[in-house]
T-cell receptor
């Protein structure tokens, strides 16, 4: 979805380095998410945020931190990268409208990260 | 969260109708059923969502029987560009505050000429 952008698209880093992956959205959604995907597997949730003041851990948050700088921006940081964090990282946004029971998530193009 | 089971892979030819069935025996009363499509090196893309009976949009149809323990995604007249991984998810947007998306390994559909 072109309304959700991620930078960088590809990144190679070394063990122990701190890196930041950035996500921006123009959809005006309050909710944002970070997932990782390993080869041949589904996506796993790292962190999610329902609004600027709300941050929640997902199922695999260890080794990661996030920052919700604004409604439109949600950054993921690896404080000290390790090789098993090599994966494809996706940012997503969603909007659960008041009174609605349905939610759709919109994903960015992904960031391919390689930790040597 | 209800667990879902789908076939690992399916093969089809251009122009055929493809039906991918997903089992979710423990689906809860408030759970919706959602299907996503993912192409290699891209993020998943929403296809269709439903609660019961049949839902149709410009891309696909979703059939949900009365007991809601399974659902079938139907892709009419597939083309080569429909080759992708298809994920079935169930979740409750109301009670948990959002529909936590639990992606399994999905169904890898290969469409051949």
């Amino acid at each position: 979805d072109a309304d959700v952008t991620q930078t960088p698209r590809n990144r190679i880093t070394k063990t122990g380095k701190r890196i930041m992956l950035e996500c921006s959205q123009t959809k005006g959604h309050d909710r944002m998410y970070w997932y990782r995907q390993d080869p041949g597997l589904g996506l796993r949730l790292i962190y999610y945020s329902f609004d600027v003041k709300d941050i929640n851990k997902g199922e695999i948050s260890d080794g990661y931190s996030v920052s919700r700088q604004a409604q439109a921006k949600f950054s993921l940081s690896l404080e000290s990268a390790i090789p098993n964090q090599t994966a494809l990282y996706f940012c997503a946004t969603s909007d659960l409208r008041p009174g609605s029971l349905q939610e759709t998530q919109y994903f960015g193009p992904g960031t391919r990260l390689l930790v040597l | 969260l209800a667990k879902t089971t789908q076939p690992i892979s399916m093969d089809s030819y251009e122009g055929q109708e493809v039906n991918i069935t997903c089992s979710h025996n423990n689906i809860a009363t408030n759970d919706y059923i959602t299907w996503y499509q993912q192409f290699p090196s891209q993020g998943p893309r929403f296809i269709i969502q439903g609660y019961k009976t049949k839902v149709t949009n410009e891309v696909a149809s979703l059939f949900i029987p009365a007991d809601r323990k399974s659902s079938t995604l139907s892709l009419p007249r597939v083309s080569l560009s429909d080759t992708a991984v298809y994920y079935c998810l169930v979740g409750d947007s109301m009670n948990t505050g959002f529909q936590k998306l639990v992606f399994g390994t999905g169904t890898r559909l290969l469409v051949s000429p």
